[in-house]
């Protein structure tokens, strides 16, 4: 080509905005590092060295920025939180760390100086993995407010006080309730334990929002992943479809959202099966701003609580931390499997990818169980059907999910919140599966990186940190709040840790096209940090901060 015939080309591909003078990671097959990037409109037209993208792409209205040898990553995706859960969480007043029994009991006793007698106080999503005393409060706990309900909502488990007990009728003489349990002291009374969702109904103790005050809390929420260095996110059980479309058609999405699908497994078999067959979307309904995932449901409960359905009872342990009082506890089945295959077989003639809470070792099993049932009517590979948490693995279950195409969505950070508190149930044994990242690759399943936020504001401090790094971090590293490594075997390395936030939790959402690696003809979702993600000391990995963000070819937060 002449020089003449390479100027006349430059009208046509004069970028918009040139990005130089980085160490470019792009995430491509190969994992390769350039220099520069050029975006014209929405889309990367060119990535390379400074010379080639500056001469090509450089034109009388582009706007250059040099890095300053920052590095740029493609923009990050958290595969799984709950944004309007966290956007509420913190809406009333600011949440402390629960770190102890205590300081529950000083969030009560703050509360009740502006609740009315009378009106619930709730303590949301705390876990006893993460108090210091290394167990479950009681009702005698949660009775230093006499005059209100209190409820400690555990997720899976809550633990109402004295007062709550009476308004909500529960006594010693109260049965069951279908897949729950009221745990009672010695004395036979309720000690204050619920376990299961039945067990309680949530919306009592629910503040209620108007739908304008949501769609400002939930758009604060989703910049707030913005500014944590998120482009893409995706809704783990979408409350609201409606707050999201009022938002994109006012075009306030601070960033990309695929949504998750969740129903209630506890419903009636035809009545699942009918509202399937009858729901107006389905996977990949929608668009790269907005669009419909997975469709779920819950196979489990929490392992942080004991009502993960695992392999094995929880052992002595559990009496402590979880208050149980069965020695052969092992957690439960939500639904008998007969059920989940009619429901999964519904969706997925409707086309829906499926995916399913599942964080016990049983409860990894169960839905191997029903994706091999699926399997044998039609292969379910390209579905891309996966776990959500999955938290408890084995060889075999990794082997099994590998022939069948089923891929996982996890969230590292529980092993370095819960890891400490979780070993002492199961022992260091028990433990290594837990989050085996090395062993999920080595078998060549694509896991996506993700959160579980759902209470708080703070990337670093919410109950479930939604702060990427962090979760790199930990995949790297396999370190607990103590400083302990669980099973450095499964450590895996940064290059791996990062396609778990960006290549390998786009495909996950059907995106790896459009979004995940930084390569020409994908949109320019970008991020540069502060310091060398590749090279930096280790435990600086989860102070990385993000100094620049790039959404959709534009600068949504700028040196």
């Not at 209205?61 to 923009?75: A, E, K, N, Q, S």
């Not at 876990?127 to 009681?138: H, Q, S, W």
């Not at 707030?224 to 306030?252: I, N, P």
């Not at 837990?434 to 919410?462: Q, V």
């Amino acid at each position: 080509m002449t020089l003449f015939a390479a100027a006349s080309l430059l009208p046509a591909t004069e970028a918009d905005l040139i990005l130089h003078n980085a160490k470019v990671v792009t995430v491509d097959s190969k994992f390769s590092i350039q220099q520069a990037v050029a975006i014209k409109g929405n889309r990367i037209v060119m990535v390379g060295s400074n010379r080639k993208v500056l001469a090509a792409g450089r034109g009388a209205h582009t706007r250059v920025i040099d890095l300053g040898g920052r590095t740029l990553l493609p923009g990050l995706i958290d595969s799984h939180l709950h944004p309007l859960m966290a956007a509420l969480s913190e809406a009333r007043a600011p949440l402390p760390v629960m770190d102890s029994i205590a300081a529950v009991q000083r969030f009560i006793r703050e509360r009740m100086v502006d609740t009315p007698k009378g009106q619930w106080i709730v303590i949301p999503h705390t876990f006893p993995t993460r108090l210091a005393e290394l167990r479950m409060p009681t009702r005698k706990d949660l009775d230093v407010a006499p005059a209100h309900p209190v409820m400690f909502d555990a997720s899976y488990a809550v633990v109402l006080n004295s007062f709550a007990l009476r308004m909500c009728g529960i006594t010693r003489d109260t049965p069951d309730p279908p897949q729950g349990e009221i745990l009672r002291d010695e004395n036979g009374d309720p000690n204050g334990i619920l376990k299961g969702e039945s067990a309680f109904k949530r919306s009592q103790a629910e503040p209620d929002f108007s739908e304008a005050r949501k769609l400002e809390l939930l758009e604060a929420m989703l910049r707030r992943y913005a500014a944590a260095g998120l482009t893409a996110v995706g809704d783990g059980a979408v409350d609201d479809v409606a707050l999201y479309q009022k938002l994109k058609a006012a075009h306030r999405l601070p960033v990309r959202a695929v949504l998750t699908w969740r129903v209630d497994i506890s419903r009636p078999t035809e009545d699942l099966v009918r509202e399937i067959r009858s729901a107006p979307y389905t996977t990949n309904a929608g668009d790269d701003w907005l669009k419909f995932g997975a469709f779920k449901v819950n196979f489990d409960g929490g392992m942080t609580v004991g009502t993960a359905y695992q392999r094995q009872p929880y052992g002595p342990f559990g009496k402590q931390l979880y208050g149980m009082t069965d020695p052969d506890d092992r957690g439960r089945l939500f639904a008998p499997p007969e059920k989940y295959l009619a429901v999964f077989r519904a969706a997925r003639e409707k086309g829906w990818q499926l995916s399913a809470h599942a964080q016990g070792g049983g409860a990894v099993d169960a839905f191997l169980d029903t994706m091999e049932a699926l399997d044998k009517e039609r292969p379910i590979a390209a579905s891309r059907s996966h776990w959500i948490h999955a938290s408890f693995q084995s060889p075999e279950a990794l082997q099994r999910a590998r022939r069948l195409g089923v891929l996982a969505d996890v969230q590292p950070a529980w092993l370095y919140l819960d890891g400490d508190a979780l070993e002492r149930v199961v022992g260091s044994e028990g433990m290594r599966y837990f989050f085996p990242l090395r062993s999920y690759i080595d078998a060549g399943i694509h896991i996506a990186g993700g959160s579980d936020h759902m209470i708080g504001w703070d990337k670093n401090t919410a109950t479930n940190p939604y702060n990427p790094f962090l979760g790199m971090w930990t995949c790297v590293t396999r370190k607990t709040t103590r400083g302990e490594v669980i099973h450095p075997e499964q450590k895996i390395t940064r290059e791996e840790a990062l396609r778990m936030y960006t290549i390998w939790a786009a495909e996950r959402m059907f995106a790896e096209k459009d979004y995940g690696s930084i390569e020409t003809g994908k949109l320019a979702d970008l991020v540069a940090i502060d310091r060398d993600y590749l090279s930096c000391p280790e435990d600086d990995i989860a102070r990385i901060e993000p100094v620049m963000t790039v959404l959709d070819g534009k600068i949504v937060k700028g040196l």
